[in-house]
DNA sequence: ATGGTCGACGCTCGA
């Protein structure tokens, strides 16, 4: 069976090609983010015609997260508990950022982890907040079940290791290298003994990475970072038999400045 | 040639 986890940004602007490529790709699952759209306005048909199944949770013009599947879409779940809100005109919104499913026995999150913006942007405190959340509600889970077939993917807009990004210097003093950051991620694996031992999957296959920006002709330079990834609980990591980045995808006309990361996984 | 991008709720913002 194939998972992927794609950061679009916009599902409407590329329905057709995300569902060519599952197609394509013998994709059974995809995670999804940025998909930018109303809960209304998302373009199901292409999926449906395709055979996916869709679990969407939009928030207009920004955010959004959606689970594609061919292999069942069971016990959706939109936001965590305890995820963290964002004031937004004085009132406090629970941003599109978290979508799950149940999918062929696999619990599935789709996560679009907040950017940060800059070290002293409210966004950056709330980036920590709500992966502490997250790394919380996760270890409470698999301490109850121990066995769970689990997995956290998405666009984490965290780059752990200095060679996750093209440039370190680049980064210095702006969020996705900082020491905060990588702390909170190093808490959800298992080489952090207090935290609920999940594992960076792709990592052994696939350390290239997996965004590069539109501007400063940073994909034709390679001047990328590795930010999408799925990080998977033990019984889950042990079937993991592979993993690629499809960087044909982020060179296609018209493309997402993410490339798709696609996990292979035992029966 | 000292620039060079997208998508959306687009005369501006977020990534």
């Given at each position: 069976m194939r998972i992927a986890t794609w950061n679009v940004n916009s599902i409407r602007a590329r329905s057709e090609s995300v569902v060519a490529w599952m197609t394509e790709q013998d994709i059974d699952v995809v995670a999804l983010q940025e998909i930018k759209c109303h809960n209304d306005a998302f373009p199901l048909m292409s999926f449906l015609a395709s055979g996916y199944d869709v679990a969407h949770v939009g928030q207009g013009a920004y955010n959004g997260v959606a689970i594609a599947s061919r292999v069942g879409l069971e016990d959706v779940e939109i936001g965590f508990e305890g995820m963290p809100t964002f004031p937004v005109d004085g009132q406090e919104v629970a941003e599109a950022r978290a979508i799950?499913?149940?999918?062929?026995?696999?619990?599935?999150?789709?996560?679009?982890?907040?950017?940060?913006?800059?070290?002293?942007?409210?966004?950056?405190?709330?980036?920590?907040?709500?992966?502490?959340?997250?790394?919380?509600?996760?270890?409470?889970?698999?301490?109850?079940?121990?066995?769970?077939?689990?997995?956290?993917?998405?666009?984490?807009?965290?780059?752990?290791?200095?060679?996750?990004?093209?440039?370190?210097?680049?980064?210095?003093?702006?969020?996705?290298?900082?020491?905060?950051?990588?702390?909170?991620?190093?808490?959800?694996?298992?080489?952090?003994?207090?935290?609920?031992?999940?594992?960076?999957?792709?990592?052994?296959y696939a350390p290239g990475y997996t965004y590069w920006d539109y501007t400063q002709l940073r994909f034709p330079r390679d001047e990328g970072m590795r930010i999408d990834y799925a990080l998977c609980s033990p019984a889950l990591d042990t079937r993991v038999t592979g993993a690629f980045v499809d960087r044909d995808a982020r060179k296609a006309k018209g493309a997402s400045d993410h490339a798709p990361v696609v996990f292979e996984i035992a029966d």
């Open positions: 799950s499913a149940r999918c062929a026995g696999i619990r599935l999150w789709s996560l679009y982890v907040p950017n940060g913006r800059a070290l002293d942007d409210p966004h950056y405190a709330y980036k920590l907040r709500w992966l502490d959340a997250l790394r919380d509600i996760t270890a409470l889970g698999l301490a109850h079940d121990p066995a769970a077939q689990l997995m956290l993917a998405g666009d984490w807009n965290v780059a752990q290791r200095d060679e996750d990004v093209w440039d370190l210097s680049f980064f210095e003093n702006r969020p996705h290298v900082s020491e905060p950051e990588r702390s909170a991620i190093r808490r959800f694996l298992r080489t952090d003994g207090a935290g609920p031992g999940l594992t960076d999957s792709a990592l052994p």
